[in-house]
């Protein structure tokens, strides 16, 4: 159980196009899923918390009209990398609570890797 | 400010040899912990974690770890580590009634056979 999915896996885009990167919750109901992100062999930092139908809180320093989420239902999170460039190359990491399984715990999806040339 | 301290940026072991991967954190409150580990080009997989009641808790593959409230630390053990076991772990933190996770940097854990 508490399985997150993310999709695509990785993805090659051209500097100025725009990615959307999924995360569902499969087997839960995800009220709250955060966004990270994570450079080559550094630790994961948190974009922003995302909401069920109300507007994500962003992270300080984290350009809200370049990583656009949308979090419209209990098992389904997007983040969109808007006129994406070759900084924004990089691993992002999703997670969902399951505040049903008790406590604070967040679990996470595989990860996709964003290569922006 | 809040924070979350591995100390061991790498570490290396045998197979079959024992394995402490020490992780402590900066605040007052007691806050959540867990440990997760990531093998290279993946997400995270949750070990263990610690709420509240028994200080050593146990968690999967092995593993096992004990909060210590007076040395604010909550390091992770393993008996025996298996080939397998390589990878990134990490230790992170939340604070009740907040949303954030705050990670440690990760510490790479390496095997020999």
Known sequence: ?117 | AQSVTQPDIHITVSEGASLELRCNYSYGATPYLFWYVQSPGQGLQLLLKYFSGDTLVQGIKGFEAEFKRSQSSFNLRKPSVHWSDAAEYFCAVAYVNTDKLIFGTGTRLQVFP
């Open chain 1, 1 to 117: 159980g508490a399985v997150v999915s993310q999709h695509p896996s990785w993805v090659i885009c051209k500097s100025g196009t725009s990615v959307k990167i999924e995360c569902r919750s499969l087997d839960f109901q995800a009220t709250t899923m955060f966004w990270y992100r994570q450079f080559p062999k550094q630790s994961l930092m948190l974009m922003a918390t995302s909401n069920e139908g109300s507007k994500a809180t962003y992270e300080q320093g984290v350009e809200k009209d370049k990583f656009l989420i949308n979090h419209a239902s209990l098992t389904l999170s997007t983040l969109t990398v808007t006129s994406a460039h070759p900084e924004d190359s990089s691993f992002y990491i999703c997670s969902a609570r399951d505040r049903a399984r008790g406590g604070d715990t967040q679990y996470f999806g595989p990860g996709t890797r964003l290569t922006v040339l």
